[in-house]
C-alpha cells in the first residue's frame, strides 16, 4: 500500500491511508481480535453477518432492477 504526500498536504495523505484501511477492513479486524471470543460467538457473528450481506444483495438487485425497468 502506497500514499502519495502531493505539495505537502499531508493530511489530505492521512485521510485517503484512513478510507483505504476501511475499505479493506484492517479496522474491522483489529476490533475484532482485541479480546478472545469463543467459536461459538465467531460462527454466530459470522452468520449474522452473512446475513445481513444477503439482504443488502436483495435490496440492490431489487433497486437495479426498478431502475432497469
Do not use: W
Not at 500500500?1 to 478510507?19: G, P, T
Not at 446475513?51 to 433497486?63: I, L, M, N
Amino acid at each position: 500500500m502506497e500514499i502519495k504526500v502531493v505539495n505537502n498536504q499531508v493530511d489530505r495523505a492521512m485521510r485517503e491511508l484512513k478510507r483505504m484501511l476501511i475499505r479493506e477492513g484492517l479496522f474491522k479486524e483489529l476490533k475484532k481480535r482485541r479480546f478472545y471470543s469463543k467459536p461459538c460467538v465467531k460462527t454466530k457473528l459470522k452468520r449474522e453477518e452473512a446475513e445481513k450481506t444477503r439482504h443488502k444483495d436483495r435490496k440492490r438487485a431489487v433497486a437495479r432492477a426498478r431502475n432497469f425497468l
